[in-house]
């Protein structure tokens, strides 16, 4: 099932400039592998040495953060939307 | 009624709207705690008195010495009301992306104004702001992002009022800037009445902060750490400008309140989980009034000028 992804400015020159992705995936993880296996210069990005998604990185399916869904685990499903955003500054 | 001595006594005890005729569940109530009720006309009011207090009384801050204090505004609006009443000068770093009327009340009261690169959001200000700091040791840099006493007001003060006012509450929905307001309210609210759950809302800023060089430029407040953000909240997502225009327009249409528009982002994420659950009481936080975003059309341009404008300015 492929995924659309949205990327931040600050990622897509690790990804040939692209805004936007498909990647194929069932779970929230699989579809982080998949960017990552497309193009590696993502994989320090987007993961800490222990494989858990990089501290200044927020994940949403849906525009819902993943850490407080299943993490990792979290499901998506055709027609889901996935988008990658720096964590910055509120207040 | 009381007499008041002074304006920094007319912060807190902020009243609480029902607003559930938006609710989208008839099993669920929607209420609204005014914070823009306050004098400086937000909710960052009560942080800015409870660090200026903590700083006086731990000797931090002493008569005459200059405040330093990055901000999208609103702390800077109210830490620069309260200095301007006890004699202290204040230096107050912004992105240049706030909204004319947010500048204008820094103005008003007297707080000097530094600009940091819009495109670098609040995390220049940030930056910039630590700078100046260490370059003048002889200032008082009171730093909301890491100040106890920024969730601590929560805890000791807004926490409190809600679970006063509204003792059935079972959900509480606050938009997600240095955290100090969900951190500080919700462990309130869970050490109190652990069934609460604490949504966060955020806008999509880090999509339009187009400065960032790399990840490692991130931010996460060390309030959040310190305050276990992580195990605290029950959820957090994004809610984008449209929807939050949309909202702030159906306060006004369906209750006669004239929120600010991350106010509207609340109220969508109230309108969310009023549809996932069976039943319940839901406050959110109206962090401030519509008078600062007027400039924005955010309720007289049509709904996509007016999200072009919201998405160019920082109105969280």
Redesign the interface.
Known sequence: MSISVRL????RPHANGEARLDVDGETVGEIIEGIVRKFPGMET?LLDQDGSL?????V?VN???V??LDKMATAVMDGDEL?I??????? | MTVYRGIDELIGETPILDVSQLSPNSNVQILAKLEGSNPAGSV?DRIAKAMINDAEMKGLLTPGQTIIE???G??GIAMAMIASQRGYPIVVVVPESISVERRQLLEIFGAEIIFTPGEQ???G??RVARQMAAEHPEWAFLY??GNDSNPRAHYETTGPEILRDVPDISHFVA????S?TLMGVGSYLKEMKKSVQVWAV??????N??G??????????PVFERWGG?DL????????PKESIECARLLVKEAGLFAGISSGAALAGCRKAAAQIESGVIVFVVCDYGWKYLSTGAWTSDLDSATASAEKIIY?
């Open positions: 931040p400015t600050v990622l990005n990089h501290r200044f990185v927020n949403y525009d819902e953060d850490r407080y988008s955003l720096p964590a910055v500054a509120g207040g | 960052k990055p901000s999208s609103n702390t959001g609040s995390n200000s940030v909301q992002y938009g997600l800037g240095t100090g955020e806008p999509p800023a880090g999509e902060v187009e960032l060089r790399s990840l490692d430029d991130g931010f996460v407040p992580q909240l029950d959820r957090k997502m994004i809610v984008r969280f």
